[in-house]
Every structure is written in structure tokens, then in C-alpha cells.
């Protein structure tokens, strides 16, 4: 379940831009910041800035590296890591996959009402029919499947209401940083059951960095997200949305899990 916690932080916080390859020179030395006129960024504008950026976006891919904690019965805290790449075409086609530190691995397509997933080394494969449109698939089978959808909030906001969530308790502009070869705005969220921070860019609006603290879960775990390779424009390859069977995958069924 932590998995899915881990977004639900994010409920209505987040609804190419792709950019030359910077030399690690670059990347380790930030250009000079204009003078400053004295007046402090307002945080809640700067993350609603970052959800209708993306809300705007009709294609959209990225690459997350992800490190989360586990707390341990002794107390100890474990971190596990994650690679996690993901590809979306609005209106209703996804895909997605998900490298982990074990070796495992999850391959996801959703095509036109039809989600597909593969899970390997097991080579074990399901499918499922769901209504409607991306949005409301990813809030299937997160709520009803329980199936881990990386950063279900970017995919499944409703574009109708990028409001913040009514459940937020303080939101701070920290300052400005630099984050992996970009200046970011810093900002800090603060919800019952998590403190949240985000680091969005300051040339295009995506969030560059997420890190997330569950207060309310014993021994407080952690998880950071580091985003990279933002794009708003795909390769034109038809393929890219398409299931592929691997050979000898057994079919299980996916049921629901959660009987609404």
C-alpha cells in the first residue's frame, strides 16, 4: 500500500520540452540568478503554474529515478530504488515501465479502453477492459485494482478542476535552488499525513524533484523522485502504445481488489 500512498500525496498538486544535453561542466555550475527585486515568489502560484504547464501538454514523457523507505519492526529504515519511465498521448493512451532494485520489472499499456501489463522475470501477463479515458482509467485501477500506477496524480487529474487540494494546510515558497543543471523554484506543502516539498523548474514548469515525509506513519518514510528527460513531443512510432506479448507469458486474471 505505500506504494500507492506515495501519489495520493499528490492528490490535485499535479495534474517537450526537451532541451539540449548539458556537459557535467554545465550541469555543476549555475549561470547567475537576476538581481533579486525583494520580493518573494507566492508558492501556491508557482505549483498551480506547474499544473496548467502540464495540463497543456497533449503528449507528455518522462524518466524518474526513485529512492523509498520502508520502515522495519526493529525501527530500522530500508531504501529501495526505482527507475520508472513513462509515455502518455491524450486522450487514452499510455504506457509505462518500471525497473526495480530487485530485478523485477513492470511493462504497462493502456490503448482505447484496454490495459495490459506484464510482470517479468515471472513472464506473467493480465488484462483488463476500463471506461473511458486516461484520467479515469489510472483512477481505476489505483483505487479498484490496487495496481502501483507511476505518479497517478500527473495522469489522472481531471482537467476541469486544477484547483490545489482543499486538504492543504500551509504552502511556502523556500527559494531558489539548483537541480540537476536547472535553477527551480523550492516550494513546501505541508497536508495532514505528509510534508511535501517540490522543486519545480524555473524554464518550463515541470517539477524537477518531490520529496515526500508520511508523518503520520510510524518511524516517518521518506520517498524522493528525481525527474529527467521531460518531453511534450513522442517519437512518431505507432508502436509505442501497442502490447507486446512476451513468448511463453502465462495469462492470470486481474481482478479487482477493492469491491466498490
Known amino acids: 500500500m505505500k ?48 499544473m496548467d504547464f502540464m495540463e497543456g501538454n497533449q503528449e507528455l514523457a518522462v524518466e524518474a529515478r526513485v529512492t523509498y523507505e520502508s520502515v522495519q519492526e526493529s525501527g530500522q529504515k530500508l531504501q529501495f530504488d526505482m527507475l520508472q519511465r513513462i509515455a502518455m498521448r491524450k486522450p487514452d493512451q499510455l504506457h509505462w515501465v518500471t525497473l526495480r532494485d530487485d530485478a523485477t520489472q513492470d511493462l504497462a499499456w493502456y490503448d482505447k479502453g ?8 515471472a513472464n506473467m501477463w493480465g488484462e483488463i477492459r476500463l471506461p473511458g479515458e486516461i484520467p479515469e482509467a489510472v483512477q481505476e485501477l489505483v ?11 500527473i495522469l489522472s487529474v481531471d482537467p476541469n478542476d486544477r484547483r490545489l487540494s482543499d486538504e492543504i494546510t500551509s504552502i511556502w515558497y523556500v527559494g531558489e535552488a539548483w537541480v540537476d543543471g536547472r535553477w527551480t523554484d523550492h516550494v513546501a506543502i505541508r497536508k495532514p ?17 518531490m520529496a515526500i515525509v508520511y508523518t503520520e506513519d510510524e518511524g516517518l518514510p521518506g520517498y524522493t523522485a528525481r525527474f ?7 517519437p512518431a512510432d505507432p508502436s509505442l502504445f501497442e502490447f507486446t506479448l512476451p513468448e511463453g507469458a502465462e495469462k492470470i486474471d486481474v481482478v479487482p481488489v477493492i469491491d466498490r
Open 3 to 50: 506504494k500507492y500512498l506515495i501519489l495520493s500525496a499528490l492528490v490535485a498538486l499535479l495534474v517537450g520540452c526537451g532541451a539540449p544535453a548539458q556537459t557535467e561542466h554545465e550541469m555543476w555550475t549555475p549561470p547567475a540568478l537576476p538581481d533579486d527585486d525583494g520580493e518573494l515568489p507566492d508558492g501556491r502560484e508557482i505549483v498551480q503554474r506547474m
Open 114 to 121: 484496454r490495459f495490459r501489463v506484464v510482470r517479468q522475470p
Open 143 to 153: 483505487g479498484n485494482y490496487l495496481i502501483v500506477v507511476p505518479f497517478p496524480d
Open 193 to 209: 499525513g505528509a510534508d511535501i516539498q517540490m522543486w519545480v523548474q524555473q524554464d518550463e514548469p515541470f517539477p524537477a524533484k
Open 228 to 234: 529527467s528527460k521531460w518531453s511534450n513531443t513522442l
